[in-house]
């Protein structure tokens, strides 16, 4: 799944990790693919589940047309 780098940098700065916003800020491109980015997320502290609204059903891939930033893979 796709997520853009916005979403991940201000889940990180409600959290209050501004050094982890700023490191996902220099290494991390645009649009996030979680999984090949799936080690530096981790390290980050990033949650992919939460990040993606992932729910039972696949229903988190479908949020992205709600207007949360979230693409499916190959769709962004």
Known sequence: ?????ARII????SQGDHA???????????TVDTDQYAGLLDQLGVNI????GKLPGGMGDKL????LGLHPAGSA
């Open 10 to 13: 201000d889940l990180l700065t």
């Open 20 to 30: 982890k916003a700023e490191r996902a800020q220099a290494e991390l491109p645009g």
């Open 49 to 52: 589940a939460h990040l993606t």
């Open 64 to 67: 992205g047309a709600l207007g």
């Open 1 to 5: 799944m796709n997520v853009d780098k």
